[in-house]
């Protein structure tokens, strides 16, 4: 419906948010998961630090991170494992960003995750109302 202040977020109280992912077909694509981020989100700061897991069946190439269409991240998760955690601090332009997190597995196959972050302008953020302001 609409956005999320990032001061009002809080976990459910579990004590792991993401409870257990699992693969459930062979084959499948990767499935990426943030630790505790909504899908909108609104924040004052220009950068946002990303956490979250990703999951296959076969095992993990890497992980890549796409701020606004231009790569922001990456982590390689090779080794065969079926599961790794990422952690990705990205850059955030004032308004409307458009994040995507990737994984790859070792078949090529792709998983995503894409969530919309505004951030607001430093001086509506800044800036005390203009009642705050004014002189007598």
Not at 16 to 25: E, I, K, N, Q
Not at 47 to 70: A, H, I, M, P, W
Request: proline share 6%.
């Amino acid at each position: 419906a609409g956005w999320i202040d990032a001061a009002d977020l809080q976990t459910a109280g579990r004590a792991d948010p993401l409870g257990t992912l699992t693969a459930v077909l062979g084959n499948s694509p990767p499935v990426v998961a943030l630790s505790d981020l909504p899908i909108r989100l609104l924040v004052a700061d220009d950068e946002l630090t990303l956490e979250g897991r990703v999951v296959d069946d076969v095992g993990l190439k890497d992980v890549f991170v796409f701020v606004n269409g231009r790569k922001s991240g990456y982590q390689a998760l090779t080794g065969g494992h079926t599961e790794g955690s990422f952690r990705f601090t990205v850059p955030l332009k004032e308004g409307e960003n458009s994040i995507l997190v990737r994984g790859w597995d070792d078949q090529d196959l792709i998983g995503s995750l894409k969530l919309g972050v505004y951030r607001q302008a430093a001086t509506a953020a800044a800036s005390p109302p203009d009642s705050a302001t004014a002189t007598p």
